[in-house]
């Protein structure tokens, strides 16, 4: 079996478009941080992005794209916590399709964030381009 038949038929722990939202992820986080965006794996000294910096852009796309409907679709791909999207990160090198260097582990993806914390209890729906500022 060639390398990509036995890379296609691995099972995935989580639902595809878990594994496609990191990808949209890094590109965010690269966009946040003024980063080069890179579909390459042969990335520019400097352009490296963390785990936690992956975290936090993945984070803002959720927000973006997912309001508060972010935990219900983390649950449906069967994502609980940071240290989930640091398995799929890790997933995707195995497979090569994503790189790291030699400082990078799947700690870097534990207990970044509490989901609850920033996907409910913080969340807040920006109503000023309704409403206008609130004046008090």
């Known amino acids: 079996m060639s390398t990509t038949g036995k890379l296609l038929s691995r099972k995935l722990r989580f639902h595809p478009d878990a594994y496609r939202f990191v990808f949209e992820g890094l590109k965010h986080a690269q ?4 980063r080069s965006v890179t579909a390459s794996q042969d990335e520019e000294p400097g352009q490296h992005i963390s785990g936690e910096q992956l975290l936090n852009g993945i984070r803002a ?3 973006d794209q997912f309001g508060p409907m972010t935990l ?3 649950r449906h791909w069967g994502i609980r916590t940071t240290e989930d999207f640091g398995r799929i990160v890790f997933d995707l090198i ?4 994503m790189s790291k260097t030699d400082r990078d582990q799947l700690s870097d993806f534990v207990d970044v964030y509490d989901f609850e914390e920033v996907f409910s209890r913080q969340y807040r729906i920006d109503t000023c381009h309704v409403f206008g ?3 008090r």
């Not at 966009?31 to 003024?34: E, K, R």
């Not at 195995?94 to 399709?97: L, S, V």
Request: proline residues 6%; aromatic residues 6%; negative net charge.
């Open 31 to 34: 966009l946040l941080l003024s």
């Open 61 to 63: 796309l959720a927000i």
């Open 72 to 74: 219900l679709v983390f």
């Open 94 to 97: 195995d497979r090569g399709e």
């Open 133 to 135: 500022p609130l004046s």
